[in-house]
Each structure stands twice: as structure tokens, then as C-alpha cells.
């Protein structure tokens, strides 16, 4: 169809040339983030697929049949295909000229950027260079951060804690007569509430509490609590040889935390079956949703 | 085009250009603030072993009651409680606790063991991305409607100044500005070289087609369907926008996708603004569009189907959909989804996949010429079945095989005009003679449904044994091969016959009889308690 007519012509030549000197920076930001959420994606649901045990061709090798929850070789692939799609993301934004970094930062997308860095070098393993990103972030002006940006620098720490402890859980650097001394760390650092500095978890649940009860942040959140238990509960079969007790403070509040998820999933309107992601955590991980005494509740 | 070709005009549409882009570039950033973000979750450890498994068949309201049915379990158990597992049973009870978990987990959902209804985990990925505001009333960003209402107001304003016969300022006009700007409010979805491209086209068109006859022509609906046909277009547009950047697509293939769609976009509304004004100068075609106002409330529907249908099928659809077919396809469709009264609001009409089906077929047909046939079939077969809508678009299925007209059509082609031996004794059929032998033969179907149908909808023997007897008699044929007006001639006569109407004989010169007297169509609360 011909159907550009000469001043519309003119009017498109016009806007792609203001277009092309104005929204550079805009689309670099842009394209970091669609390859981080694609990166993400990707990540998600190797993980969930095989928190569901759903995994593709298991690869145990050495072993006739792999632990029920283990990856599959096409989980791996993906896998190193989400740290490609990171290290684009990270990339793309260090490329940003000080120009563009300029009109990001008119534009009021700074806050923006630096989450989305920071969160790239969390998810490529540079622990230290996102919690240093974390901390220039939280230094700039009020109207550089927007609500999903804050929420995010704030419990970076946290989700950077709960890599660090799945880390460990893949090569455990174990010293057998310090064990008991060792999971207390791990304890303080994941699960205990009320420290200084903050447990992952105790991070996570204070964001919770200013969440609405709505959207997919709190879906998150409630998700990274229980990934915080779940990695502290498997410090525990390893240096304790068990998994945390019935009345352990840890492995209660995870049964709260359970019974929230659950909640949450019903209410939220979502298809049905995402309740599996709930059953998943109870059955497969033995972990009894319990609802919160109706006290702390209302608190 | 009503706007004079001036150098004034394209100073005020250079400077309206200009105004326009820097609203959308500050659109753009607005919508690159609050633009979604997928959350990776952190890494956990997801496999288990014995330890978890002894948990599962000891803890009360998880596995206890399996393992109170299986000695084997118990035994397993037993020596977990011991700790005296070895390896080969620690792994084996591992097993037995991924088994039991995910039975319990499919019971607990409701559902049968081997149903295959489990959640996808890629639905779940998805529930992890997360917007910069949790509501949209929270963002304190202007919506694209307040950035951009002014400048287009003002560029409406231009070309008022220039065309003020065209364009008045008093009467629906405000009202009408005001709906296609409520719909321009849902574009923070589609990315800004899209945005820039499709807006200034939507309103150049709505500039173009305001003059306003005497009589409120867009009617009590008007605005509101303004608004969703504005909305639509832009939904549709962004759910077809392929990604960009991060893949590596080629700008040159993006550039022409883009203009492909952004020109079906702006033509589907010229077409509809077309139809409403009663404009059909600029578009002679045998089926003068008038739609009866903006009362319409199928016009929105129909409309974006046919948008999504060339959208998501460009290859195909965008060439064989020409821009003058647009027009009586939309008239057919508002008609039928109008007369259907099993149409819910939601959901698709069916137009996308009978479009797409008569591709399909037509693509397969050993004449490739018959591909440009495509709209000429897909209106009549709209047209036909919104004279009987529940007996000729049954909606239970969404098929448009489903549908008897579709299936009888596909007989008519497959039998009538496939090569063979003896195609070269038949009449040279042009593509508009197909198009005539099929509405004629559909013609008789929906007057006849009982000699033409069988009880389920499937076409009936009599319509394969007509048309073979029709085929013999043009082949038998001396001397010469047939006309294409007497194959036709002779087609009627024999559908005649099967009918049980044989005709007197008459001169070669009688006019061929196209059209028969409609039978009286039911009206919706009638064919409800018919169906």
C-alpha cells in the first residue's frame, strides 16, 4: 500500500532525526533490559522446572539416576545462555558514553540503570561490584528512585546472601570441628531476625511488610524468603546432618512464610495450577504450610 | 487525500512533526521508567535426598498415609530412623519420595494422575516481572494522552486553519478528538519508533474524515468506538512488534515489518472512517461502504480481527487482503457477527482463522492463480452465513471448517476446478468466474440447506453428484468449449435438477439466473429457538 503521503514524509523525517539524537540513551537502557529480563526468564524457569522436578535429560554423571530436582543438560544451556544475556545487559550499559549518562540522568532514568547494573553483577557472580553499585545507587537524589528501583537496592544484599550460601551448598568448604560454630554464621546470615547487620531473610521480611499484598513484587519476595530457609535448611543436612527441627525458629517462620505464599497464589487470581509452585515447597521440601498465629498476623 | 498538496501545509506538518516528537520521545522515557522488569530469583538448592523423603512419610498431612500402605516404605523408614540407609536405599527412597510428592501434589490440585494439566514453568517465569509501580494510578508520569493530546490538538488546529471547510470545530468534532486520544492512552506498550510512526498516521486519517454531514452521523456510540478502534489498533500493533536490539534482528526487516503493519494500522481506520462517512470517492469498489453510523458495536471487533489476522500473518494475509477488499469483508463481517446471536463480547470471531484457512486451502490448490481469491471468498462466505448465522458460523469450535459454507466451497474447488484431463474441454474460468460459481452454488445452500446438507452441516451427495453431472455436461459439450457465462448458465440448471426443479428449455440467450429470492432471515430470537 502506498499510502505515505509527502508531509507525512516530512513529518517522518523529522521525528527519526530528533528521534535518533534524543532517545540513544533511552534505547541503550532499553535494550539492557529487555536482555536482563530475557536472561531471566530464561533463569526462572530452569529453576522452577526443576523446583517442580521437571527437569529435561538429567545429568548426574557418574550416578545411574540423578536426585529428584536436579537440572537437566538443556537447563544447563539455558543456563549459560541467561549469563550471556546478563553480561549483554552489563555490557551495553557500560558502553554508555557520559553524554548519554547525562541524559539518563535528566531523563531521571539513572536510578533505572544502576539497579538494572547491579543487578546484572549480582547475577553474573560479582558480588562485591553489585553491592558497590548498590550503595552509589542508594546515595543519589530521591527523584533518580522509583518504587521497584528501591525495593530492589534494598534487598540486593540479601539475594546476594543467598547466592553466596547456594554457592557454598555446591562445594561445601566444610571444617568438620567447626561445624556447629559454621551453621550459626550461616544462621545469622540467612535466617535469624532482629541483627545487625540484617539476616537475608529479616532484609526480605522487613521490604514485605511495606509491600501491598497485591503484585508480583510480593510474589517474589515471599518466593526469595523460602529460597533463603531452603538454602539455610540445606547448610543444616551438611553441617549438622539433619534438616532443621519441627521447632526450629527458622523452619517455622518458612512455614509461615509457606502458608503466606499460598494465600497470596489463591488470591491473586492467577491460574489454578501455579498452586504447584506452593505444593512443590510442601511436598517435595517436606515443609508444612502453618498460618501465623492470628496475633502476629494483624500486627 | 482532502488536504491540498502546499508548501504551507508541509511547513505546518514539518512543525507539527516536530512538536510531536519531542512528546513522544518524553513518552518514550516514561514508558522505559515504568517499563516491566523480570526478577530472577535467587539461586536455591532444589534437589533432595533421604533426609527429605523420611520427612515427607513421617510428617502428619504430607506422605504419612502412603507409608502406612507400603511395608517396603516402612521398611526404608526404619532404617532412615536408624541411620542405617545404605547408599542404594538412600537413593532409593529419595525416588519413592519424588513419586509419592508429585501424586500427592496432582491429588491436591484436583487433578488425575495422567491428565498432563500441570502448571508450565514458563507460565510461573512469567509471574516474576514486575512493574516500576505497582498500580498505574501510582505513576506519576503523565499518560502518553497528556503528552501528546496538546500537540495533536494543536496540529488539528493547523490543518483546521488550512482546511476550514473539512474540519469544524463545533458539533461531534470535540468529542471525537477526545475518544481517539483516551485511545491513544494505551501506546506506553509499543516501543517509540512504532509509537511515532502510527500516531501521526491515526490522526492524519481522523483529519482527514471529520467533515461532518448534516446529521450526527457518529452517533451515541461514536466516541466509544473512536476510542477502541484507536486502542485496538495500537494493542494489536504491540502485540505483533517483533523484539529488537537484544536479538540482533535486522534493522532493514524491522523497518519494513514496521511499515507493513503501521500501513495496515492507518489504512483499517481510513477504511472504517471511510464507511462511516459515506466516503467511498476515493476507494471505487462494487461494494460501496456505508456502515450505519458508529452504532455499530461489531465495527471495533470485526475490524481489529482483521488487523490481528494480517498481523500475525503477514507473509500471506498482507499481500492477498489488498486494500480494496478491506472494505466488503468488514461490511460482511459486522453483518454477521451483528445477526449472530451466540456471540459473546469476548473472544475471536472466527474472521482470523477463516481468513487464514482459505490461505491454507488455497495455497494447496494445484491453480496457485487462485490465491488472489482469497477475499472474494472469505466476503461471500460471510455474507451467505450471516443469512443463517447458526447454522452457517457454528461458534462452538472457532473452526471455520466448522462452518458448511467452508466445507462446501472447499468441495467446489477440489472437484470443479482441479487439473485433470479433461480441464481443457471446460471453459478458460477467470478468477471472478470462480468467485461467481461458488457464491452461486452457496447461494443455493443457504435457500435449500436441506438438499445441500446433511443433518450434521457436512456438504450433502447431491452437491458432489451436481457438480460432477456439470462438469460432464461441459465436457461432453459440442463443439467447442463453453463460455464461461454459459458454464454458469448451465450450472443453474443443473443445481435446478438436483433441486427437483427441472426448468423448461429455453434459448441459449437466457440471462443466467444469479440471483433467487432470499428466503426471509430469521431473526435472532428465532434462530436462538431454532438452535
Known sequence: MALLQPHLLAIAIAIGALLLTG??????LREAQSAFSEAARTDNHVLLAALLDRPGSPVQPGSGQPLPGSAGDQDLLSASASRAGYAAALLSLRQLT?????????????GTTLTLRALAQWRLGQFEEALRTVHTAEALPGEQLHPRDRTVLEILPALVAIDHAAAWVRTPAWEPNRS????????????????????????????LGRTGTEGSMRLYLLMCRLAAYRNFAEIHKTLAGTLPTADDPARREASHVLQDLGDHLRQSGANPTTLELFLAWKNRFALMPVPRPKATAEE | MMVSDSATLLLVAIRSGVQLSGQIRLAHVDATRRRELVLPLPRFETRTDWREAAEFFTTPGLGTGYAS??????????KARNSSLTREEQVELSHLHAEYAALKTTEELGQDWADGTRVDPEELAALFAVRQWQRRSLDPSPTVLQRLAGVLWEMGVDYASHQPDRFQLHGPLP??????????DVSSDLPDPWLSELVPRLFQALAEHTSTPPGDIWGPRGPKTLHQLTSGILRVVARHVPPTGADGSNPVEDLATRDRIADWGEHLMRTVLRGI????STEPSPFPLRFHSFDSKELPRVALDLLDAVASDPARLDHALGSVSLSPLLSAG?????EHPSFSEEGSTGIPELLKHLADLLEAHPQRRFSQLLPELAERILRHAGEDPIRFWPIQTRAPSASPLVAITEQILTLAFQDTTEASSRPGFRPSDVVAIVDQVLNRCVDSPEVWLQPDGKPAEALQLGIRRWLALLTDRQPGRASPAQAR?????????????????????????????????RSPQTSKAAS
Open chain 2, 175 to 184: 468529542r471525537t478528538l477526545q475518544a481517539f486520544f483516551r485511545g491513544l
Open chain 2, 334 to 338: 459486522i453483518r454477521l457477527i451483528g
Open chain 1, 98 to 110: 557520559p553524554r548519554e549518562t547525562a541524559q539518563l540522568k535528566s531523563d531521571r532514568l539513572w
Open chain 2, 69 to 78: 500402605r507400603d511395608p517396603y516404605l516402612q521398611s526404608l523408614l526404619d
Open chain 2, 277 to 280: 462517512t459515506g466516503d467511498n
Open chain 2, 489 to 521: 448458465r448451465a450450472l443453474e440448471d443443473v443445481l435446478d435438477a438436483v433441486e427437483g426443479n427441472p426448468k423448461p428449455k429455453t434459448s441459449p440467450s437466457r440471462p443466467a439466473k444469479t440471483s433467487r429470492p432470499k428466503r426471509t432471515r
Open chain 1, 180 to 207: 556447629n560454630g559454621g551453621l550459626e554464621i550461616w544462621r545469622r546470615r540467612l535466617v535469624s531476625p532482629g541483627l545487625d547487620p540484617r539476616s537475608a531473610d529479616d532484609r526480605l521480611n522487613r521490604v
Open chain 1, 23 to 28: 532517545c540513544q540513551s533511552t534505547n541503550r
